[in-house]
């Protein structure tokens, strides 16, 4: 055996590397009596005395540098939940630096709000319970709180005792958004597959107030569904792109398959171009206000009135959606619904203000694009 220089620097670089190489063999389940570390800590001095073989340092210093090199934060903290140990990766992911953890808290890194796990996860780990993988929320140095994956396992020393925890942490943030999207994805065309129905249930009802036979009946359905479908390419353009259309021709696109004599529709407004995003955004906004008029605004009602109008002044288009004649009795929709939702989403993709007013049978609603997005 080979004693080992009695410096203090020594004496922690040695300790440190200990610590680490204890906490990746609790991650790959190996016990720490078969990598002999030969470390006798001694009652005269806190860093005690060292006899390590040359060995078992090279292949201590190997653990070492496979867990500084993981993208993971590899962390190991005592049974007070005070850090001991701190990667690469957790400096990576955390913000802070090795000399700013160890021998802080692990509370640091622990938003408020989170502060009760910590003791219930050193109360298992005391029970030499491990705990699986679950996923929470941790704070980095700036401040900001992001989603994280973690794994954290019992410690013990040569003599079988826990001394404190080993912890992986993986930052899912860019999992958690991709999962976000797929569930918003799976609302939206959840909604949308309702909003066809109802649509289709609503051309069909408005087909048949000036059909004389199942013949004409048949042949405006079919010329209205069709107008439906050129509209909603427009809102689901091909190969992921859209060109760009004029507003005039957008709405006119999207309100063809409505136009019945039982009512009235109205379009009036100067030629504006909008470019790919802003016409995807136009097409699915004026889409879901012609589903709810057709459901139950002024579209689904002999003697409705539909006027879409815009202007433009100050560099910004203002939009007026106007549902006119609306039966006495009707009550202002529920705006809490993934249509709503959808309408918010879109309104700020433009940068607009969207502000709705229902009062003497009118349901009015204004937004205000500017310009510079109509471009996009």
């Excluded at 539909?306 to 004649?325: F, P, Q």
Aim: proline content about 3%; aromatic content about 6%.
């Amino acid at each position: 055996m080979v004693t080992s220089p009695t410096s203090s620097a020594v004496r922690k670089c040695t300790l440190q590397i200990a610590e680490i190489c204890a906490t990746l063999c609790h991650i790959w389940h190996i016990t720490i009596s078969n990598i002999e570390f030969g470390i006798t800590l001694s009652q005269s001095h806190p860093h005690g005395t060292f006899e390590t073989s040359s060995a078992e340092i090279e292949a201590a210093q190997r653990l070492a540098a496979i867990v500084e090199s993981s993208d993971d934060g590899i962390i190991s903290k005592d049974l007070n939940g005070i850090v001991r140990s701190w990667n690469g990766g957790a400096e990576r992911i955390f913000g802070y630096t090795a000399e700013e953890m160890i021998g802080k808290s692990i509370t640091t890194v622990i938003p408020t709000e989170f502060h009760d796990q910590e003791p219930v996860i050193l109360s298992r780990i005391a029970k030499g319970e491990r705990i699986d993988r679950f996923e929470t929320i941790r704070q980095r140095k700036d401040g900001t709180k992001f989603h994280v994956s973690l794994t954290i396992s019992p410690v013990r020393d040569r003599d079988g005792r826990i001394v404190g925890a080993s912890k992986i942490a993986r930052d899912i943030t860019d999992l958690r958004s991709s999962q976000e999207r797929q569930e918003l994805l799976l609302r939206e065309m959840n909604h949308r597959i309702k909003n066809l129905f109802a649509v289709a249930s609503g051309v069909l009802a408005l087909s048949s107030r000036s059909a004389t036979n199942v013949k004409d009946l048949t042949t405006t359905v079919q010329a209205r569904l069709s107008a439906l479908s050129r509209a909603h390419e427009l809102i689901l353009p091909r190969n992921g792109a859209s060109t760009g259309t004029n507003l005039g021709d957008l709405t006119r696109t999207i309100l063809a398959p409505y136009e019945s004599a039982a009512h009235e529709v109205i379009i009036e407004g100067p030629q504006i171009a909008c470019g790919p995003g802003a016409s995807t955004s136009f097409a699915l906004l004026l889409h879901e206000f012609a589903t709810n008029a057709v459901k139950y605004g002024a579209l689904a009602y002999a003697g409705g009135r539909l006027r879409v109008s815009w202007t433009v002044s100050d560099a910004a288009l203002a939009l007026k959606w106007c549902e006119e004649n609306l039966p006495v009795d009707l009550v202002a929709p529920d705006t809490t619904g993934f249509g709503s939702f959808l309408v918010d989403a879109t309104t700020r993709s433009l940068s607009a203000k969207l502000d709705r007013d229902w009062s003497n049978r009118t349901l009015t609603i204004t937004m205000r694009v500017p310009l510079e997005r109509l471009g996009a």
